[in-house]
Nanobody
């Protein structure tokens, strides 16, 4: 059973920063380009960006310039550093493969709330 474990969410003020972590099963970490996603209640999940096995990153418009994805091979963990957070960044954040399979299995996600 694939188990992705996201953590690091919380309440942060507008303009603040937060770093999320995602522990990825080794078999997936070593094989696939990985990505961060988020989902606002009532809306579709959106991709924020991805990171290849060698570490090349790519960002969608919502994340470009404020978010940074990184990976640590020794711990099969990817990270999402978020700066200058805005209320509209409030969502549940997930990690998964960048190219999702037909029936992707998701972790529990981690809630990020940006509010004063």
């Amino acid at each position: 059973q694939v188990q992705l474990v996201e953590s690091g969410g919380g309440l942060v003020q507008p303009g603040g920063s937060l770093t999320l972590s995602c522990k990825v099963p080794r078999s997936i970490f070593d094989t696939y380009t990985l990505a961060w996603y988020r989902q606002v209640l009532g809306r579709e999940r959106e991709k924020l960006g991805s990171i290849t096995i060698p570490g090349k990153t790519r960002y969608e418009a919502a994340a470009a310039g404020r978010f940074t994805i990184s990976r640590v091979d020794a711990t099969n963990t990817i990270y999402l550093q978020m700066n200058n957070l805005k209320p509209e960044d409030t969502a549940v954040y997930y990690c998964n493969r960048a190219n999702l399979p037909l029936n992707p299995v998701w972790g529990q996600g981690t809630q990020v709330t940006v509010s004063s």
